[in-house]
């Protein structure tokens, strides 16, 4: 059974960079049949989709982010990241990652959720 | 950019009833628009995949169609725990987008 276990600060100044990680159990980062995706939902509003990438390293954004968002993956650590820079407080939300089965394109597993809130 | 526009934004019902919530996309998406639900505090949860496909575990009260741009999830008879919010998801094109959520509550 696929995990997820987003992990990272849980409160980020304005103007400087948010870091988040999910760390897979139960898969492998190097599986060809899987997307690693971010999503993000605000505070009592809809989920926003931040990106997906690759095993092999291809990346796709959500053009509303694009210029902000790095989504790396490093298979040694069967973990995958997230970089949102120059954050106000429109990114405070709970950011989840997950799992896109190449497949299906749908989003099949989640990890539970990591808040983060942009505040000085 | 694909818009989904999921109605209606909310709704009261009754444990028992049959429940319908639709979801447009502003152009052709084939089969990819999928279901999920989500309750307060937890991560989303896939109901249906390719439109019409249950995901595993999921129970067969829940069930979903369409093709093209316009699609439904149907639940047949309304359980205690099914009170949630729902959405609808395209992956056809990216920037995937997502309906904008349905809360189901407790009439």
């Known amino acids: 059974q696929l995990q997820l276990q987003a992990s990272g600060p849980g409160l980020v100044k304005p103007s400087e960079t948010l870091s988040l990680t999910c760390t897979v159990s139960?898969?492998?980062?190097?599986?060809?049949?899987?997307?690693w995706g971010w999503i993000r939902q605000p505070p009592g509003m809809g989920l926003e989709w931040i990106g997906n990438i690759y095993y092999s390293g291809g990346t796709y954004y959500n053009p509303s982010l694009k210029s902000r968002v790095t989504i790396s993956v490093d298979t040694s650590k069967n973990q995958f990241s997230l970089k949102l820079s120059s954050v106000t407080a429109a990114d405070t939300a709970v950011y989840y990652c997950a799992i896109l089965y190449y497949d299906t394109r749908a989003f099949d597993y989640w990890g539970q959720g990591a808040l983060v809130t942009v505040s000085s | 950019d694909i818009q989904i526009t999921q109605s209606p934004s909310s709704l009261s019902a009754s444990v028992g009833d049959r429940v319908t919530i639709t979801c447009r996309a502003s152009q052709n998406i084939n089969n990819y628009l999928y279901w999920y639900q989500q309750k307060p505090g937890k991560a989303p949860k896939l109901l249906i995949y390719a439109a019409s496909s249950l995901q595993s575990g999921v129970p067969s009260r829940f069930s979903g169609s369409g093709s093209g741009t316009d699609f439904t999830l149907t639940i047949s008879s309304l359980q205690p725990e099914d009170f949630a919010t729902y959405y609808c998801q395209q992956s056809y094109n990216t920037p995937y987008t997502f309906g904008q959520g349905t809360k189901l509550d407790i009439k």
């Open positions: 139960g898969g492998s980062t190097s599986s060809s049949s899987y997307y």
